[in-house]
């Protein structure tokens, strides 16, 4: 597999006319996890969106580039809130679903690999209704992995989980995605504190850097800097949502 | 056993609101027989009943079948190309406006006395209920199946036949379990303008003669027909459903 690119984004975006947000910049480090927190409706699902070219009803004007000057919509592999699990589908076929969509052969024994990663060997041929929540999850992680794609597009993927569901795939994430340019899209501080090797808190003022926790992510549930962190965070998104 | 009971003492209580008219209100055997009659005369006529019986059940299945396939084919046309949406479907919608009643004489002109006429009519009047629910279901993929395909470089084609079409196969079920209902109506129309066999052409021949017992016979059998045809077709349809989502009768009563 090639080195993950750095991806960069610049622009603005406009629904009808008004602004969605203003002109901001923001670069995903190559190889990392950059977290991108914000409130309800700020527009960071939108910047994901545009990165991996979906619809997302605004006018954009900018430009999203890869450091090594290839496409970059063709690279992404896309996890979201919902596992959108195809209900029809098994879980092996829903993890080979993008081989089944474009018609190539299937990896068995990268799906028999990664099955195994994500501890969902004795599921694979079950349907989405019988699993919990939180092995939902897992399987679209697997899918998401299958893809084999350097850059990861992550919109709020754990935000249905429990708590401790939430932590324990926020740990098996950040253990199969390391190596890949990650865009964590989030409105949990504690999340971001946790995973984030570099912190963007998005406002309709625009975006601010924070400072990251000085532990290797992903950080322990109970650092002391991390809810630290956290906590500052927290206090930010506060601020700027007056 | 208990799943029937409800549906035994419904028809007790309407049989007995039935006895109840007929003898309070004294009309003549030829205007409202009783159920008594009716029954004696079903059980008299059975081996006619069961003929024609026979030939309104052809007509309906075949026209099912039929209809369904066009229907289906049609809905993925629309589903697929915004011309055929845009040539087809305001025609769809206008022929619904026409009563299909109206249109039964000339099919009958068109393809004749015979069993086509009603096949062509049960087509018609089901056509339209599977293409619509079809299409909607076909139109309505959820968003982030589509947004996740897209993103894994999916062609149009793949998507249609791995993920449109399969989640809104639950809309073509509901669209079947209507057709079900509505096609020996189609039919039993289609034998009233011309026919020589049918329970639709029964009913008007025994009217015809003021045999009003046997008229009564004929509609109740054309009523137990259809309702074991919506049965089936919602059993089948049902069980489709379950392995298709994988969620059992069990799961659905969690």
Known sequence: MTAAPEITFAGQAAIDGAALFAPLSLSLRPGQWTCLLGGSGVGKSTILRLIAELDTGAAFSGEISASDGKPVQDRVAYMAQEDLLLPWATVAQNVTLGARLRGEKQDGARLAALLGRVRLTDHISKKPAELSGGQRQRVALARTLMEDKDVILLDEPFSALDAQTRADMQDLAAELLQGKTVLLVTHDPAEAARLGHAIEVMSPLGLTACATPSAPAPRSVDDRETLETQGALLKLLREQSV | ?254
């Open chain 2, 1 to 254: 056993m208990t799943r029937y009971l409800p549906a035994l003492i419904a028809t007790v209580f309407a049989v007995t609101v039935w006895q109840a008219i007929v003898s309070l209100s004294g009309l003549p055997k030829f205007i409202l027989p009783g159920p008594a009659l009716v029954a004696e005369t079903w059980w008299t006529n059975r081996a006619v009943i069961a003929e024609h019986t026979w030939i309104t059940f052809i007509e309906v299945m075949i026209g099912l079948v039929i209809g369904a396939l066009l229907g289906a084919l049609t809905a993925i046309q629309l589903a697929t190309s915004r011309l055929a949406r845009m040539l087809v479907q305001p025609m769809l919608v206008f022929t619904q406006a026409l009563p299909v009643f109206a249109l039964a004489p000339i099919l009958t002109l068109w393809l004749g006395y015979g069993l086509w006429s009603k096949v062509a009519m049960a087509v018609l009047i089901i056509y339209f209920p599977v293409t619509s629910s079809f299409f909607d279901g076909l139109m309505r993929t959820p968003p982030g199946y589509l947004d996740l395909a897209k993103t894994m470089q999916a062609t149009p084609r793949s998507v249609l036949w791995k993920i449109r079409i399969p989640s809104a196969l639950p809309s073509l079920a509901s669209g079947l379990r209507l057709a079900a209902v509505y096609a020996p109506i189609g039919a039993v129309i289609g034998e009233w303008v011309g026919a020589s066999k049918g329970l639709g052409y029964l009913m008007l021949l025994a009217n015809g003669r003021a045999k009003t017992d046997l008229m009564f016979a004929a509609m109740l059998t054309l009523g137990v027909l259809s309702i074991l045809l919506h049965w089936a077709v919602r059993t089948a349809t049902v069980r489709l459903e379950e392995s298709h989502s994988g969620r059992s009768r069990m799961a659905n009563k969690l």
